[in-house]
């Protein structure tokens, strides 16, 4: 066969490959997910500028048609003025977490987050809804002439005040119509959920909805659109802007409309939920529960943090997405959460998992490190074996497998630490990117790990610490195009990382650091064995 060049070659291709990788990675990411993510906030902002104008001058007037749902999971045309209108607040409901503002039409509002990390850039804190968006709790009927109507009856409140701060707190809601009366009993706990009883009379059916997704953070960092837990446990996302039409699903227990960070959600773990999803003008997914004439469903507004999801429902936690890399990311989490409960703080969280996962890796490094210092010692013989067979590559590699089984070098070992570092990087990346915990979390001179470092401090650490594993590290490539691409990686590298998460580029320093620490101490008792054989062979 005559397939195979050289060993050496191919081993220094799949570090080459890999490099570049990494290096893709990076490029992508400040090439193009960051000028989209900016191109896109500019046109948000246009578009709620635009819709601002739009709901100062046509406020009450009929605008826009929108598909609605039916009972038999049929899609009918509703007139329906919510979206482009206001409806006045009727109600303030004080949590521990946030607060809550029911509007006329029976909905809520707004909800501000009241913890004092969710600050925005001007100071306030954060607001989860966009106000011409689909709200939470939005009822929609089956029959038209009733949904027109309920969308011009104003709902009436029996308080217009709650301090569920301290324990539960019940709000009734009621809308008179004529042909049926809609009631809606909202009990909201001191943490910021809530459960909700609502039923229509007259068998009147009706759809309810979570509300389209909070319009905080949506971008192409992480997936943002729909979420569905059905009963046998297996999730449907739908990212905005993939829905052309409507989607009927049956056996739902949890269904989420969520952005990076930030969620509201409705569940019932006792009775699933039957609903629909339907697109808006843009392709983004809107979900509607059927709820027949009554429906009873627990709700959930708020920050995508991993305990208080938990105390709600443990399977809520799923409500957490870190897209393609979930099923590694999911675990990285877990043991972060797990070394943050015993430390208590975030940053050093990232130090001590780094050096837990170095320790882990550290059997399979080390041989490959010291496969990389045999391959650079075996290299003038390599090039021998190479020129002495230059027109059998068959032979050529015959003679180098030898070589390597002789001396004990895996050309492969080398490779094998930095292929299992893409799948941890690329997970450890994912959690830093979507973990809420992290926001607001400092260490040191970072004010909040979820954002870059302010003063670059970071990214030149890191591409220090990778200029100097670089310069120790045996190395056997001997084209001079791919020494010279090596050499300007660290270069690359800091640039790039000048704009990722804080807590991303403390987890690649520390990595370095370590890394820096292993090789040199390698180096060191390497050289000194090979002084020993040396002596040893001499006295022979």
Excluded at 122 to 140: D, M, Y
Excluded at 185 to 213: H, L, M, V
Excluded at 243 to 255: E, T, W
Excluded at 389 to 405: F, I, P, R, T, V
């Amino acid at each position: 066969m005559n397939n195979t060049n050289n060993t050496p070659s191919t081993q220094k291709r799949i570090l080459f490959a890999t490099l570049l990788a990494f290096g893709f990675f990076i490029a992508y990411d400040f090439l193009y997910i960051q000028p989209m993510q900016k191109e896109k906030a500019e046109l948000a902002k246009a578009e709620q500028a635009n819709q601002q104008t739009t709901t100062n001058t046509q406020t009450q007037t009929n605008t826009q048609q929108n598909e609605a749902p039916t009972s038999e999971q049929k899609s009918v045309t509703l007139n329906n003025n919510a979206l482009v209108t206001t409806g006045e607040i009727i109600a303030t409901i004080k949590t521990n977490n946030n607060v809550i503002e029911i509007d006329s039409l029976g909905r809520i509002g707004q909800v501000t987050l009241s913890q004092g990390q969710y600050i925005n850039q001007s100071g306030k804190h954060l607001q989860l809804f966009n106000q011409n968006n689909l709200k939470p709790l939005e009822v929609r009927f089956s029959d038209r002439d009733v949904n027109n109507e309920a969308f011009n009856t104003k709902v009436v409140a029996n308080v217009s005040e709650l301090d569920a701060t301290k324990e539960k707190q019940t709000i009734v809601l009621t809308q008179e119509l004529n042909e049926t009366t809609l009631t809606k009993e909202i009990t909201f706990s001191p943490d910021g959920s809530y459960s909700i009883k609502a039923s229509a009379t007259n068998g009147k059916e009706f759809f309810i909805t979570p509300g389209f997704r909070p319009d905080i953070l949506a971008d192409v960092y992480a997936d943002h659109g729909v979420l569905l837990k059905n009963n046998d446990n297996t999730l449907t996302i739908i990212e905005d802007g993939d829905l052309s039409s409507a989607n009927n699903f049956v056996g739902i227990k949890i269904a989420s409309a969520f952005d990076r960070y930030y969620a509201t959600v409705l569940y019932n773990f006792e009775r699933s939920m039957a609903l629909s999803l339907m697109p808006d003008n843009a392709g983004n997914p809107q979900i509607f529960i059927n709820a027949g004439d009554n429906i009873t469903l627990n709700g959930y507004m708020g920050p995508k943090e991993y305990e208080t999801l938990k105390a709600l429902h443990p399977e809520l936690t799923d409500v957490i997405e870190y897209g393609w890399f979930t099923f590694i990311a999911k675990p990285m989490f877990t043991m972060l959460n797990y070394i943050y409960s015993l430390v208590g703080h975030w940053g050093w969280t990232i130090v001590l998992a780094t050096i837990l996962i170095k320790l882990v890796l550290y059997p399979l490094a080390h041989k490959g490190m010291v496969s990389m210092m045999k391959l650079k010692d075996l290299a003038p013989k390599i090039k021998e074996i190479q020129e002495k067979y230059k027109g059998d590559n068959q032979k050529a590699s015959m003679h180098m497998m030898e070589l390597y089984k002789k001396h004990g070098a895996n050309p492969m070992g080398g490779c094998l630490p930095i292929i299992l570092q893409i799948p941890i990087f690329f997970a450890i990346y994912r959690v830093l990117s979507n973990a809420i915990e992290l926001k607001g979390a400092d260490f040191l001179w970072v004010t909040d790990l979820a954002e870059m470092d302010p003063y670059f401090i970071l990214p030149i650490l890191m591409g220090a610490t990778m200029f100097l594993q670089q310069k120790i590290t045996p190395n056997a490539i001997q084209d001079e195009m791919q020494r010279k691409i090596f050499q300007y990686l660290p270069v690359m590298f800091t640039f790039f990382f000048l704009w990722f998460p804080a807590g991303l580029t403390l987890y690649w320093f520390i990595n370095n650091v370590f890394t820096v620490v292993h090789q040199y101490y390698l180096n060191r008792t390497y050289e000194k064995a090979k002084e020993l054989r040396k002596a040893a062979h001499e006295k022979v």
